[in-house]
């Protein structure tokens, strides 16, 4: 083993994907043993550990090689259940890359763990009597899983999510219903099982697909409804900057939807969705839930009733005036902002922010401040108002009220640039962090634009 192939060694150990992906762009082998004469993938893949795995594939490590024992590092991944290691292994098109025999053992393996369970699987295998550990993991940045020990041996009961992925990357119309079911098993958003059916629902663009899916949104389980709200909004995330087939269909739905949804909490989502396409009907669903008792539901509402930040009628400028004043400082926020370019409305909406930007919620009152530094042609009140908030204690209020002043040429500006000081690195590529170096640089450099 050369000296790069021994540091590797220690970087995999070390969980450090950093300097593996450093070594193995440098020369060292990819595939290099252990001591215990396995590849050092399978020491990633035992350790959970995504981002080493996947370096080592990405700089040549075989994901198929046969081990001693007749498996190979794939095969060992699945068995292992974290669906973070099983993808850093898979690769692109392993249909073209596998045999269709090996393809259906990697299929049975993932099926029988999903359907004997992680644990009754462990129980099987090691025999040992008593409870299971259970305990919740995180296998990737986004989705968690759990982490089951038995006998003393370890797994992630992420198999659900795998045998979905393996289905779809070999191309198997798995019946959109027996997915569905998959998801809801565990009904977390964050779940491993959830997000995989949600994605691979995504990508599989058919009008049957969709169709199978929508369909789901009259169903009496709350939480198979929830995933057409989900699935509904990963859509529209991934046909944003594309034409979208089914957005004409994809919107009557949600009008009728919104008029049948019970559950106040799938209701909301189900309006934060529907405001993004553009319907004869917006204003409607929207002056039809004004009043609803729920303030997640009336905080979509604003939205429904605005195009480009400017009321759509005076029922709907009227309805805006009521939701400024709402109990609910999170309806207030959503009122004062979906208006904010109405000057009908400027008088209600700058006395609502006036307000909560003085409430005592810092997360309130830099909201608020945000918003009124947005405001066109700041009266004094509200600058004079910005001015009494440099000395705040939360940096995004000062941040905001200096932002605000800038903008509209305040000559209190430079004194509050001087005061809000030097900005953390989060915010170097902020708008506001920019507006003010340009005014700054305006005030030094004066005639240069």
Not at 209 to 233: E, F, G, K, M, N
Not at 407 to 433: F, K, M, N, Q, V
């Amino acid at each position: 083993m050369s000296e790069s192939d021994g540091r590797l060694g220690v970087a995999v150990r070390a969980g450090d994907a950093e300097t593996v992906r450093a070594l193995v762009a440098a020369g060292a082998d990819p595939d290099v043993l252990d001591a215990d004469g396995l590849p050092l993938l399978c020491v990633a893949v035992a350790a959970y550990d995504g981002p080493v795995a996947g370096a080592l594939v990405v700089g040549g490590a075989d994901p198929d090689r046969v081990l001693p024992d007749g498996s190979t590092p794939l095969w060992r991944a699945i068995e292992g259940g974290s669906p973070a290691v099983f993808s850093a292994l898979l690769g692109d098109e392993p249909r073209l890359r596998l045999p269709e025999a090996t393809r259906e053992r990697l299929l049975a393996l993932a099926r029988g763990w999903y359907e004997t369970g992680a644990v009754e699987e462990l129980r099987r295998r090691t025999g040992a009597p008593g409870p299971a550990t259970t305990v919740r993991v995180q296998d990737d940045e986004y989705d968690w899983v759990d982490q089951v020990s038995l006998g003393g041996l370890v797994v992630r009961a992420g198999h659900g999510s795998i045998l979905t992925s393996l289905e779809w990357a070999f191309r198997i119309p798995t019946p959109v219903d027996e997915l569905i079911a998959r998801a809801v098993e565990q009904p977390d958003e964050d779940h491993v099982n959830w997000s995989t059916v949600r994605s691979i629902l995504c990508q599989r663009l058919s009008h049957e697909t969709w169709s199978a899916v929508v369909a789901q949104h009259r169903d009496p389980d709350p939480a198979r409804r929830r995933l057409v709200v989900d699935y509904l909004r990963s859509r529209a995330v991934r046909c944003f900057d594309r034409p979208d087939p089914y957005e004409k269909e994809e919107s009557e739905l949600l009008v009728t939807w919104a008029a049948e949804e019970t559950d106040s909490a799938l209701l909301a989502r189900v309006l934060d969705i529907f405001v993004g396409y553009e319907h004869p009907g917006q204003e409607a669903v929207g002056l039809r839930h004004v009043g609803h008792p729920d303030p997640r539901v009336r905080h979509e509402v604003p939205y429904a009733l605005c195009r480009d930040y400017v009321a759509r009628s005076a029922a709907a400028r009227a309805a805006l005036v009521t939701l400024t004043r709402d109990p609910d400082t999170q309806v207030r926020l959503s009122a004062c902002m979906a208006g904010s370019r109405d000057a009908g409305l400027r008088p209600d909406i700058t006395r609502a922010l006036l307000l909560m930007a003085e409430d005592p919620d810092a997360e309130t009152r830099g909201a608020a401040v945000s918003t009124l530094a947005e405001v066109q042609d700041l009266p004094p009140a509200v600058a004079d108002a910005l001015a009494g908030l440099l000395d705040d204690d939360d940096l995004l209020v000062r941040l905001a009220a200096t932002y605000g002043l800038a903008r509209c040429d305040d000559p209190r500006t430079a004194e509050a640039i001087e005061r809000l000081g030097p900005l953390p690195a989060a915010y170097e590529h902020d708008h506001r962090s920019s507006a003010l170096w340009r005014w700054s640089w305006r005030k030094a450099n004066p005639g240069s634009e």
